[in-house]
């Protein structure tokens, strides 16, 4: 039988996130009490909850016959790639370049053929960006990519 | 101060050109992303959140409110045009809209969807100057133990509502809500997970959080989504003139869902996706021919049209005088003011007078720009969706990223978008809803300090909770909430018992 799948482990993931904060708060913080609450109160009440409910979610699904959702894994890792890629690339590359390298590796995923139109995209992009952030906003960012 | 002269003042604040510059910059751009499909008002105003730094609070707030309501105007036009809801709130226009447009008579809908917009907008407007006072009156009465438990009923109904799973609205809520944990406890100074990490002192980056759960997650769904691909046909303006018998069948159906936004619109967690629901179901069950709905029935765009205007402005009822946002739109909202060093509540109509009522102006005036500029910029909006998703997700994800950058000036941030984005995007798979989870992560907090105050206040006694007659009222209507899925399930059952006898 084909089990819904997401509805598991969505759920799990859940309650292991809850029991994992709860378990560290109830360790690191100070629980004080009721009328005096400490930093530890609150998230482990509301970790102790998430845990719950994820059990909720994840046990019935078990149960039940599920259809699993469309996963598009090829985009998910490019675009990830791609904003990884600008947040590592800003401060050696600047603006011009960071923005250029993102842009190609965004398009990757992208159904349509060819490399031309990646090509005039990301420099078009980059124009822009530079246009709105740099002399619009005057935002305080290197430029060029740092030769030395 | 009389009504009239707080609407002078706020009017006189408004059209200074600065500000009114900014009001027109938010409805154009609000149309702008309302017109993609996959691009949401959530997804809009986070990357906008950013430039608002440049700005004082108050252009601030009604560029960002602009981006809102002018999204709800250019959300119908993918409904009515493509079957793609530009934003959630427009899903219902695609039932009757769409058959509208295969008869050849998307000229009509769109005019339809327009003029209702506008309508259920200037009620909107009404309804939220008279409730204003009362409320902002009301809520000097409130005490942190009505606060508290306000918040948690609009937490409960925002996830009950219209849900066919609550536990997966309250999941998500308690996952938003530990994540708004993050960073230094106000009460006591203590830093709660932030696993030695300087940057997360300050808490979560808001920004950050929303970029990554609507725009990076909305991006990727969308890349490789065939529905995506459609592109619209042309339509020539004189197509926009309705009949004398459709103009007939829409004036009452716009002030019945008018009346119906304004109501759910200022109710915390209801919100306007689920007014336009009940606008169109209100308009099918009073129908003479209920069987014209869903096959192009004009009453059906101009419903749930007005339904969703009116209640995007009285949403912001709440916001603004109580400081508590009832839906996620309004939680960003919320969250970008307290980045501008300004905290909404009752104080703020007295403290701040011109932004409230500026506000309040720049709601009618970009009304107004709206249907001014939207009848004849109809062609533009449709050459819009001709442009291939292609050439517009790349752009989207390097504003996203300059955004993000540009709060704090850390790389760290960006990292954080992508990690917030993967998670997203598992959400949105298995249908979890990342709105939920922004709610619950700016009210936690507000939540958090104001149970604590309550029960500081009462030496620990969690009675206090059912002892004042406002709090005691939410309680009460948030149990309501919860038993109706149960009584719902148990007639289900009671009825499939008979029917197996």
Same mark, same amino acid.
Request: aromatic share 10%; net charge positive; with cysteine.
């Given at each position: ?8 482990? %969505? ?27 400490? #930093? ?11 845990? %719950? ?6 046990? #019935? ?25 600008? %947040?590592?690339?800003? #401060?050696?590359?600047?603006?011009? %370049? ?51 | ?6 609407? /002078?003042? !706020? ?22 992303? !309302? ?12 990357? =906008?959140?950013?430039? +608002?730094? @440049? ?17 709800? @105007?250019?959300?119908?036009? &993918?409904?009515?045009? =493509? ?8 899903? *219902? ?7 509208? +447009? ?5 000229? /009509? ?5 327009? $003029? ?11 309804? =939220? *100057? ?13 005490? &942190?133990?009505? @606060? ?49 990490? +300087? ?23 969308? $890349? ?7 592109? &619209? ?16 069948? $829409? ?9 119906? !936004? ?13 007014? &336009?629901?009940?606008? @169109?179901? +209100? ?39 109580? !400081? ?34 500026g506000l309040v102006a720049s709601f009618g005036i970009g009304n107004l720009l709206l249907i001014l500029l939207n009848l004849p910029l109809i062609g533009i909006w449709i050459a819009m969706l001709r442009i291939p998703f292609n050439y517009l997700y790349p752009a989207i994800i390097v504003f996203l990223c300059l955004g993000v950058y540009s709060v704090r000036g850390l790389t760290f941030d960006i990292v954080l978008v992508a990690g917030i984005g993967l998670a997203g995007y598992l959400m949105t798979l298995a249908k979890f809803s990342p709105a939920l989870l922004l709610l619950g992560f700016v009210l936690g907090p507000l939540i958090e300090t104001n149970l604590r105050r309550a029960l500081l206040i009462a030496r620990g006694d969690p009675m206090v909770f059912l002892e004042r007659p406002i709090s005691a009222g939410f309680v009460f209507a948030s149990v309501i909430l919860l ?19």
């Amino acid at each position: 039988m084909q089990r819904d799948w997401p509805e598991v482990w %969505g759920g799990l993931i859940l309650a292991i996130v809850g029991i994992g904060a709860a378990l560290y708060a109830w360790q690191n913080y100070d629980m004080g009490t009721l009328r005096q609450m400490g #930093p530890g109160f609150f998230p482990v009440a509301i970790g102790a909850a998430l845990c %719950g409910f994820g059990l909720v979610i994840a046990l #019935p699904a078990l149960l039940r016959r599920g259809d699993g959702a469309p996963f598009d894994g090829a985009s998910l890792l490019l675009v990830l790639t791609a904003v990884l890629v600008f %947040g590592l690339a800003l #401060p050696r590359l600047g603006l011009v %370049g960071a923005s250029f390298v993102t842009v190609l590796i965004a398009t990757l995923p992208a159904e349509r053929r060819g490399w031309l139109w990646r090509g005039v995209l990301a420099l078009s992009i980059t124009l822009v960006t530079v246009l709105v952030f740099h002399l619009g906003l005057r935002m305080t960012l290197p430029l060029w990519p740092r030769l030395s | 101060m009389s009504t009239w002269d707080s609407l /002078l003042l !706020g009017l006189s604040f408004a059209l200074q050109p600065q500000v009114l510059i900014y009001c027109v910059l938010g409805v154009l751009l609000g149309s702008f992303v !309302g017109v993609l499909p996959g691009i949401g008002a959530m997804a809009a105003i986070s990357l =906008l959140l950013p430039l +608002t730094f @440049y700005m004082s609070p108050e252009a601030a707030l009604i560029m960002l409110a602009g981006v809102y309501y002018g999204a709800q @105007y250019g959300g119908a036009v &993918a409904s009515i045009l =493509l079957r793609l809801p530009g934003t959630p709130q427009s899903a *219902v226009t695609t039932l009757d809209g769409y058959p509208l +447009t295969q008869q050849g008579r998307a000229g /009509l809908a769109l005019f339809t969807a327009m $003029i209702s917009s506008f309508t259920g907008a200037m009620i909107g407007i009404v309804v =939220l *100057v008279m409730l204003a006072g009362w409320l902002s009156a009301l809520a000097t009465r409130f005490g &942190a133990a009505d @606060y508290a438990m306000m918040m948690i009923f609009g937490l409960v109904a925002a996830s009950t509502i219209g849900a066919t799973r609550p536990v997966k609205g309250f999941a998500m809520i308690a996952l938003g809500v530990l994540l708004g944990c993050i960073g230094t406890d106000v009460n006591s100074g203590a830093q709660r997970f932030t696993f030695g990490q +300087t940057e997360l002192l300050d808490g979560l980056n808001l920004v950050a959080l929303a970029m990554g759960l609507f725009g990076v997650a909305e991006v990727i769904a969308n $890349i490789r989504n065939p529905e995506r691909q459609k592109t &619209a046909a042309r339509i020539s303006l004189r197509s926009l003139l309705p009949t004398r018998d459709d103009l007939r069948r $829409i004036p009452l159906p716009i002030l019945r869902g008018g009346a119906l !936004g304004s109501f759910f619109g200022a109710l915390p967690g209801t919100g306007s996706t689920l007014s &336009a629901f009940l606008a @169109y179901a +209100t308009e099918r069950r009073l129908s003479r021919q209920p069987e014209r709905f869903g096959k192009g029935a004009v009453e059906g765009v101009a419903g749930p049209e007005a339904g969703n205007n009116a209640a995007a402005i009285t949403a912001f009822t709440p916001t603004l005088t109580l !400081g508590i946002p009832g839906d996620p739109i309004m939680a960003l909202m919320l969250g970008a003011l307290i980045i501008h060093g300004i905290q909404p509540g009752p104080m703020m109509l007295e403290a701040r007078p011109e932004m409230f009522w500026g506000l309040v102006a720049s709601f009618g005036i970009g009304n107004l720009l709206l249907i001014l500029l939207n009848l004849p910029l109809i062609g533009i909006w449709i050459a819009m969706l001709r442009i291939p998703f292609n050439y517009l997700y790349p752009a989207i994800i390097v504003f996203l990223c300059l955004g993000v950058y540009s709060v704090r000036g850390l790389t760290f941030d960006i990292v954080l978008v992508a990690g917030i984005g993967l998670a997203g995007y598992l959400m949105t798979l298995a249908k979890f809803s990342p709105a939920l989870l922004l709610l619950g992560f700016v009210l936690g907090p507000l939540i958090e300090t104001n149970l604590r105050r309550a029960l500081l206040i009462a030496r620990g006694d969690p009675m206090v909770f059912l002892e004042r007659p406002i709090s005691a009222g939410f309680v009460f209507a948030s149990v309501i909430l919860l038993m109706l899925p149960l009584w719902r399930l148990r007639r289900r059952k009671a009825r499939a018992y008979e029917d197996s006898i």
